[in-house]
T-cell receptor, first 113, second 114 residues
Framework: GQNIDQPTEMTATEGAIVQINCTYQ??????LFWYQQHAGEAPTFLSY??LDGLEEKGRFSSFLSRSKGYSYLLLKELQMKDSASYLC????WGAGNNRKLIWGLGTSLGVNP | DAGVIQSPRHEVTEMGQEVTLRCKPI?????LFWYRQTMMRGLELLIY????????DSGMPEDRFSAKMPNASFSTLKIQPSEPRDSAVYFC????????????FGAGSRLTVL
């Protein structure tokens, strides 16, 4: 079946580093996305990985291992504004040209002063 | 660009009433998605369109839900009749075939069915 797992909640301290893990099981794979969603707002795109390795974008980095069905989002120099839900999503190509994303339930990150 | 525009932002209605949610995608985007988000089930894809044509509606809960995209700049999601279990935030998102198909979401329509 199709499944994405990520921790429900995490807390960290301002200025610290936090790693949010995501494991997935899908019938096909054509990319993994991370989105950020502040309370009461829409998800916004953070990163995209389709090949194994680390993608760095400022304070945020995302890693992918396709053989392990595993990704993580690394947030450095945490700021209070990073308190949000972080959603992992996998594009499951499946049969045919299907552009569906399979979504995790999100990890709610709280940043404490 | 103003981004993806959804209306209404909030809707409170009574069970049995018809609800129509509207979406204007980003100009030039050829994919449009309707999602529903709840605490229990997270983001669920209801239906998506490519060049105004419905491609996959397997996520539409039942016949009470219908979606249309009469042109490239407008889509509707209709619930008739509405039920309390339809209460959720409904997001519209659009994307382009280029650029990894990254989704841009609208602000969402928060629906409460009493």
């Amino acid at each position: 079946g199709q499944n994405i797992d990520q921790p429900t909640e995490m807390t960290a301290t301002e200025g610290a580093i936090v790693q949010i893990n995501c494991t997935y099981q899908t019938s096909g794979f054509n990319g993994l996305f991370w989105y950020q969603q502040h309370a009461g707002e829409a998800p916004t795109f953070l990163s995209y990985n389709v090949l194994d390795g680390l993608e760095e974008k400022g304070r945020f980095s995302s890693f992918l291992s396709r053989s392990k069905g595993y990704s993580y989002l690394l947030l450095k120099e945490l700021q209070m504004k990073d308190s949000a839900s972080y959603l992992c999503a996998v594009r499951d190509w499946g049969a045919g040209n299907n552009r569906k994303l399979i979504w995790g339930l999100g990890t709610s990150l709280g940043v404490n002063p | 660009d103003a981004g993806v525009i959804q209306s209404p932002r909030h809707e409170v209605t009574e069970m049995g009433q018809e609800v129509t949610l509207r979406c204007k995608p980003i100009s030039g985007h050829d994919y449009l998605f309707w999602y529903r988000q709840t605490m229990m089930r997270g983001l669920e894809l209801l239906i998506y369109f490519n060049n105004n044509v419905p491609i996959d509606d397997s996520g539409m809960p039942e016949d009470r839900f219908s979606a249309k995209m009469p042109n490239a700049s407008f889509s509707t999601l209709k619930i008739q009749p509405s039920e309390p279990r339809d209460s959720a935030v409904y997001f519209c998102a659009s994307s382009s075939i280029s650029g990894a198909n990254v989704l841009t979401f609208g602000a969402g329509s928060r629906l409460t069915v009493l």
